[in-house]
């Protein structure tokens, strides 16, 4: 079954970087466009950036563009967020997905940031 | 404040049907796909409905979807107090190149 598996979460200081991972596996991995989606405390979801299959097309929500790169490396199955200028209203849980036709099929069952001095 | 406009809540009886509505713009919802999720606290959301109206294997048919010009609906019969959850339609807008969320709708099996 498709499993997508985040990591690097974790506190950081406003201004700083964090560097998030997803590990998939059960898929053939490079086959698909992949997401992150991310929902702040008491808000609801707010889609945060798109890649496609082979990497060469990418787009970004407002808040994040400028500060954030999606990325991908097909040979480890891995989708990275780089998150750099951290604001305290990225504060959220970061989920990994799987795009079908920019519908999401599964989701990955998260990673928390904590963006606070 | 989101692009796509969902009411907040709505409740109804178990074995009840409910609706949910997302209304959007000719750049989003009028000329592309419509999803829906089901995000249960402390899960990973769930698609529900793909392609306006097209189920996922393992969804059963008490969840419907339909699209009309620029709004989209979800519905669910049969409610049972499992269904409570979070719900969210989604699709990409054209003009912004970005995905789209509407903003949730909690459902309430009274």
């Known amino acids: 079954q498709v499993q997508l598996v985040e990591s690097g979460g974790g506190v950081v200081q406003p201004g700083r970087s964090l560097r998030l991972s997803c590990e998939a596996s059960?898929?053939?991995?490079?086959?698909?466009?992949m997401h992150w989606v991310r929902q702040g405390p008491g808000k609801g979801l707010e889609w945060v950036a798109v890649?496609?299959?082979?990497?060469?097309?990418?787009y970004y929500g407002d808040s994040v563009k400028g500060r954030f790169t999606i990325s991908r490396d097909n040979s480890k199955n891995t989708l990275y967020l780089q998150m750099n200028s951290l604001r305290p209203e990225d504060t959220a849980v970061y989920y990994c997905?799987?795009?079908?036709?920019?519908?999401?099929?599964?989701w990955g069952q998260g990673t928390l940031v904590t963006v606070s001095s | 404040q989101s692009v796509l406009t969902q009411p907040p809540s709505v409740s109804a009886a178990p074995g009840q049907k409910v609706t949910i509505s997302c209304s959007g713009s000719?750049?989003?919802?009028?000329?592309?796909?419509v999803s829906w999720y089901q995000h249960l606290p402390g899960r990973a959301p769930k698609l529900l409905i793909y392609?306006?109206?097209k189920r996922p294997s393992g969804i059963p048919d008490r969840f419907s979807g339909s699209k009309s010009g620029t709004s989209a609906t979800l519905g669910i019969t049969g409610l049972q107090t499992g269904d409570e959850a979070d719900y969210y339609c989604?699709?990409?807008?054209?003009?912004?190149?970005?995905?789209?969320f509407g903003g949730g709708t909690r459902l309430t099996v009274l």
């Open positions: 989604g699709t990409w807008d054209s003009s912004l190149s970005a995905v789209v």
């Open positions: 890649i496609s299959y082979d990497g060469s097309d990418k």
């Open positions: 392609e306006n109206n």
């Open positions: 000719t750049s989003n919802i009028g000329n592309n796909y």
């Open positions: 997905a799987k795009d079908v036709q920019f519908a999401i099929d599964h």
């Open positions: 059960g898929i053939t991995f490079s086959n698909y466009g």
